[in-house]
T-cell receptor, first 115, second 116 residues
Framework: DQQVKQNSPSLSVQEGRISILNCDYT??????FLWYKKYPAEGPTFLISISSIKDKNEDGRFTVFLNKSAKHLSLHIVPSQPGDSAVYFCAASGQGSSNTGKLIFGQGTTLQVKP | GAGVSQSPRYKVAKRGQDVALRCDPISGHVSLFWYQQALGQGPEFLTYFQNEAQLDKSGLPSDRFFAERPEGSVSTLKIQRTQQEDSAVYLCASSRGLFSGANVLTFGAGSRLTVL
């Protein structure tokens, strides 16, 4: 069972426009959500996180929104730049008393930002 | 070290061979995780260490997979009698541990295993 889902395998946007990447989850016990960015032949790098008690977290061009009732989060990148072209993974952690800090990842969305 | 270091970066094995993948976590990081990433998929959890103790190995796909971290720093993931379905990128990640806030994992570049 896929606890974290990214239903859009790819997204293409024009430079300067907004990129919106979406993620759905099924486990209401998750307490943190993270976004990672991955370039080819490199490991994923941390981008931004949000606690389940918040509904928004912003860091520069990156904003993450959390809708707990819908079990949905999204990452907004404004304005998008060609260097943002990468695979973006949504991840979740915290599963109650058995929490080890491990992250559960979605399948990833490939973002292409066209100049 | 400054980051998580993994070796080898690329490994080609014949089916049935044993392989060993090494991970050097960030110095002082208590938590260490191994993930498997198949082509076009997200990383899938394999196992977790807190210092030298392997506290969660629920993601290891079979008893051919074995991981250790004997001194609480360097870790080795061993795969015995490799099969074609073991072909993937194996990612190691470390973190300071669970204190407060999100447990941000720092990943290495991965070891790409190809089993022929």
């Amino acid at each position: 069972d896929q606890q974290v889902k990214q239903n859009s395998p790819s997204l293409s946007v024009q430079e300067g426009r907004i990129s919106i990447l979406n993620c759905d989850y099924t486990n209401s016990m998750f307490d943190y959500f993270l976004w990672y960015k991955k370039y080819p032949a490199e490991g994923p790098t941390f981008l931004i996180s949000i606690s389940s008690i918040k509904d928004k977290n912003e860091d520069g061009r990156f904003t993450v929104f959390l809708n707990k009732s819908a079990k949905h989060l999204s990452l907004h990148i404004v304005p998008s730049q060609p260097g943002d072209s990468a695979v973006y993974f949504c991840a979740a952690s915290g599963q109650g008393s058995s929490n080890t800090g491990k992250l559960i990842f979605g399948q990833g969305t490939t973002l292409q930002v066209k100049p | 070290g400054a980051g998580v270091s993994q070796s080898p970066r690329y490994k080609v094995a014949k089916r049935g061979q044993d392989v060993a993948l090494r991970c050097d976590p960030i110095s002082g990081h208590v938590s260490l995780f191994w993930y498997q990433q198949a082509l076009g998929q997200g990383p899938e959890f394999l196992t977790y260490f807190q210092n030298e103790a392997q506290l969660d190995k629920s993601g290891l796909p079979s008893d051919r997979f074995f991981a250790e971290r004997p001194e609480g720093s360097v870790s080795t993931l061993k795969i015995q009698r490799t099969q074609q379905e073991d072909s993937a990128v194996y990612l190691c990640a470390s973190s300071r541990g669970l204190f407060s806030g999100a447990n941000v994992l720092t990943f290495g570049a991965g070891s790409r295993l190809t089993v022929l």
